[in-house]
């Protein structure tokens, strides 16, 4: 079998100052530089998914034609020049019909100058020529806003599990996996998709740290249970287009299986929310405590610079960091890259040992102003290097001119070409040893932790400005689709309004969730009484859609995610018994109370997590509205032997 294979990767950040030109492609910045046919041979020792997919499907025997490869550091949009010119050249490849299959390494979460869904329209295109019998299989970064559109066109997508992104090469051998798999199989595999209703900040997403970690350590476990490939993309939150977030999705001959595998990973992801909560802190703040860690360490105190991360958009110029870190005093501090091309030069004109007074770095059009201060050149590089950490191992660099600063206790790494810091190499090709530094201050949100954690006494993060916004929730979305919560736990957006407000049908919309009849009372009692403006919900016990009853212990035949999906389902019954009792759900004031009784062994102790299905369903609903007071219990037995019954009291608007 002979397949296409092709790469078209970019990160756009719509919030971002500076667009990607073809010439950004051409350059590759953070990636290798555009590629084409053979020479995309000479890729296969970088870590990018292409050479992955290459090395497993040659092992099996298969061959390989190579089209295009294409990267370019996260930024602005695409422009229309760029794109249409590197899809061009794959199309016109789609259509040489000398292939069995295609392989496409691509990002996700790409948005072009006309066009919101990059790799979809790409999708598009390809089937517009190949019709819809053709495997045409996909991997995309985990930072990718998977959309519907992509999913339904690709044979099978498959996403990164790390992130810094060590497994770039091992997710193209997993996408080459699958593409074998469905290509061997005479069954179609089933798709199951779900869209988190929030947006998660970027600094969280690490799978150094929890959740990330247990969350892509569970996902590997189910994949193992007759499941063809299980994907979570948490998303790039810094796209301003109707589907931006993250996304859980697989594929499976068994469909109940991989719906199964699917529901179990969304529960985790979604539940609690909190858990992907990040601490900010401010420049001076961070400064002074890696000052005060500094003081007795014996290694560096390493500060993210995140927002000016050109990883996710950021021209990696911002003074915010130096300025703390001057007006603090610090000594033995280091901070890198600043992209400066004519501070670079200027250094390089004057040479090491000179003085020299600039105006440094810089993005007005953020407010950040240059920093004009007198310099002096400790050190000149050609900007030329090998990475040596985990992630880009390998990889040539060519950074253009570089230069050593120094003011007062600061070093500068300035360089000519812009990339993220995320390897230490970065540091020694202007002399500096990380290790040896009691600050390091890098442009970066997470990557860098992959080459830098072994060396790190403590890593703080730090909201300094930058184009890149850590707090999506601080972003000025205007296109986002309605009912995303734009961070954990956060407000719900809705289209045309700049304050977040909260119609709660719109937000069950797009959630996906249909109000049937309310479920009737077990016996003689009414599903809810009123006293003014307060109603009184009957306990309601959790049903499946057909009516019948959740039943079981948990701790003994329910499993806790069985447990919290069994609250979720006694609140949406509730809501439909709220929704019978006000007429409209908008004229819920606020939920007042929540009691929560739990079917369980006298082991099991986890009826707050059972009843987080309910809770943080009822939140998500309602925004701060749904925000209650709540009590959880454990019971040996519920009526109909039900795992979960759920009683709620809200404040509602005067009956007219
Ligand atoms: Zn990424």
Redesign the pocket.
């Known amino acids: 079998m002979n397949i296409l294979v092709a790469g078209f990767q970019h ?1 756009t950040n719509t919030f971002a100052p500076t667009m990607a030109a073809y010439e950004n492609f051409v350059n590759g910045e953070d990636f290798p530089g555009l590629a084409r046919g053979q020479d995309i041979f000479n890729l296969l020792s970088v870590n990018i998914p292409v050479s992955g997919f290459i090395q497993h499907v040659q092992k099996r025997g298969h061959t390989v034609t190579p089209v295009i490869w294409a990267g370019a550091g996260a930024s602005a949009h695409v422009t229309k020049d760029a794109y249409e010119r590197i899809c061009g050249e794959i199309i016109d490849a789609v259509k040489s019909e000398t292939y069995d299959a295609i392989y496409l390494d691509l ?1 996700g979460a790409m948005v072009a100058q006309h066009i919101d869904d990059g790799e979809g329209e790409l999708l598009a295109r390809v089937r517009a020529v190949v019709g819809p019998d053709m495997k045409v299989m996909v991997s995309v ?3 990718a806003n998977v959309t519907q559109l992509l999913l339904s066109l690709a044979s099978g997508v498959v996403a ?1 599990r790390t ?1 810094p ?1 060590v497994d770039m090469a091992d997710t193209g051998r997993r996408a080459g996996e699958l593409l074998l798999a469905l290509m061997d199989s005479d069954k179609p595999a089933h798709l199951v998709a779900k869209r988190v209703p929030f947006l998660i900040p970027v600094n969280s997403m690490s799978t150094m740290l929890q959740p990330a970690r247990g969350l892509y350590g569970l996902l590997e476990g189910l994949e193992k249970t007759d499941v063809l490939s299980l994907s979570f993309a948490p998303g ?1 939150p810094a796209s301003d287009f109707p589907e931006c977030g993250p996304m859980v999705w697989g594929y499976g001959f068994d469909e109940a299986r991989i719906e199964k595998a699917v529901a179990t990973l969304f529960a985790r992801v979604c539940s609690p929310e909190e858990q992907w909560s990040v601490q900010f802190e401010e420049p001076d703040a961070a400064v002074a405590r890696a000052m005060q860690i500094a003081r007795i360490a014996t290694r560096p105190v390493i500060i993210a610079d995140t927002q000016d991360n050109p ?1 996710v958009g950021g021209d990696s110029n911002t003074m915010g960091m130096l300025r703390a870190l001057l007006k603090a005093g610090a000594q033995d501090a280091a901070i890198g890259l600043i992209r400066d091309p004519s501070a670079a030069a200027a250094a390089h004109k004057a040479g090491v040992g000179a003085k020299i007074e600039i105006s440094l770095g810089g993005c007005p059009q953020i407010g950040d102003e240059p920093f004009r201060g007198t310099f002096e050149v400790e050190a000149l590089s050609d900007g030329k290097f090998v990475f040596g950490g985990p992630m880009m191992n390998g990889k040539h660099a060519d950074m253009g001119p570089m230069a050593r600063l120094r003011i007062d206790g600061v070093r500068i790494a300035v360089s000519t070409q812009k990339a993220q810091l995320l390897d230490r190499n970065m540091y020694r090709t202007v002399g500096i040893e990380p290790a040896e530094m009691k600050i390091l201050v890098n442009k970066s949100s997470v990557h860098f932790r992959a080459d830098f954690a072994a060396i790190a006494e403590e890593i703080l993060v730090a909201r300094a400005p930058g184009p890149f916004i850590a707090d999506p929730s601080q972003l000025p979305w205007k296109r986002l689709g309605a009912g995303m919560r734009t961070r954990p736990n956060g407000p719900i957006f809705v289209p045309g309004q700049s304050e977040p407000a909260h119609d709660v049908y719109a937000t069950l919309k797009a959630m996906g969730i249909e109000l049937a009849k309310p479920s009737a009372p077990a016996a003689s009692y009414v599903p809810y009484s009123r006293d003014g403006n307060v109603l009184y919900l009957s306990g309601h016990l959790s049903r499946h859609a057909n009516g019948e009853v959740r039943a079981g212990r948990l701790g003994e035949s329910v499993q806790t995610e069985e447990g919290i999906q069994a609250a979720r389902a006694a609140a949406i019954d509730l809501m439909a018994t709220l929704q019978a009792a006000t007429g409209d759900l908008n004229k819920v004031v606020k939920i007042l109370k929540v009691t929560s009784m739990v079917a369980s062994s006298p082991e099991f102790t986890s009826q707050h997590l059972v009843t987080n299905g309910a809770s943080e369903l009822l939140a998500q609903v309602f925004g701060p509205r749904g925000m209650h007071a709540r009590s959880a219990f454990g019971v040996a037995q519920l009526p109909l032997g039900a795992c979960v019954e759920i009683e709620l009291v809200a404040l509602v608007e005067p009956a007219v």
């Open positions: 990160e990002h970064d985990s930072h990164y992130y992104h790039f990883g």
